[in-house]
């Protein structure tokens, strides 16, 4: 039974256990969070550590139409599962995470996995197609960015030059952009990286203006970068959260830039070229970050009237955008929610 109903996706990442977590980043102090501490320690003095989510005991995918119960649950992955997408025709999308696999899902119908990718050897933080659908992006914490056939299954090009975990990436035109401690702009043709721009603290997250040859980062510096592609520099820096960002998204006439972070909120900037200098235009608040310290991620409805964000209290929060008052709050997640979406239609 085809649902035409619109679908919003949601990813969990499970409850934690009691005990401690056992991944090590090379911290002396045993006493605090891992990742919490690198995260606290690059702050301080900017070294460049991995920044990984930890290995939790559950893992599971909602689909459902907004503002209702979820109506399927999609079990498959061997791990925490961080990140997902919808294919451009709505028909399918992909899910990765820590146990390195993408698994392709069909949304309607019984919501079967029709594909398994594999070929990475650390996990997949995030994964996108192209605009037509034809090829999957992925970065990876084995500092590689893979291209993949959507029809095969089979990876074509392997981008190497990173030199720690890949923690986002994105496709501009025929460009992908990759993230560590440097934005990295590759041309999918060519072997190596074609432009580099250099940061100073790790980046988290990242997403291509296309109509204005920009390019958007965000991580544990606090604040949004927008680089200029033509001129290879940074244009201008957006400052207004108070702890790392973890997820950006750009509205789809690309004037509105949602970002998510640490601090509690999702802000939405202005960022036609000319706009005034205090960029900040709207304030949400509803959806936390905890010690886990996990990329949370953001999105935009595609009508611009709804933005939505994962949270680490198990519920997905999604806002009326003019208004800015929470219309739902979606339950049924067992632990912290990393990525949500709405779908094309």
Known sequence: REDTTRRQLSVSQGERPQEKPILQLGLKNPKHHPVAAVIEQQKRSGPELPLVPVKRQRHELLLGAAGSAPIMLLSGHEGEVYFFKFHPNGSTFPSAGFDRLMLSWNVYGDCDNSAILKGH???VMELHNNTDGSMLFSASTDKTV?????????????LKGHTSFVNSCYLASLFALAVTMAV????????????????????????????????????????????DLHQNKLMYTMTGHADSGTGLSLSSEG????SSAMDNTVLAWDVWPFAPKERCVK???????????????????????????????????????TSRRILYKLPSHAGSISEVAFHPD
Not at 149 to 157: A, L, P, Q, Y
Not at 255 to 258: A, E, F, V
Request: net charge neutral; with cysteine; proline share 3%.
């Open 121 to 123: 050897s650390g996990a």
């Open 146 to 158: 893979a291209v993949w056939d959507s029809e095969t299954g089979k990876r074509v090009k392997s």
């Open 184 to 227: 990295k702009l590759w041309d999918i043709w060519k072997k190596g990286a074609i432009q580099t721009f250099r940061n100073m603290y790790q980046v988290l997250a990242v997403t291509p203006n296309d109509p204005s040859d920009q390019i958007i980062s965000g991580g544990i510096d606090n604040d949004i970068k927008v680089w």
């Open 255 to 258: 004037s509105c830039l949602l």
């Open 283 to 321: 304030i949400f608040q509803g959806n936390v970050h905890n010690f886990e310290k996990n990329l949370l991620r953001c999105s935009w409805s595609p009508d611009g009237s709804k933005i939505a964000a994962s949270s680490a209290d198990r519920f997905v929060y999604v806002w009326d955008t």
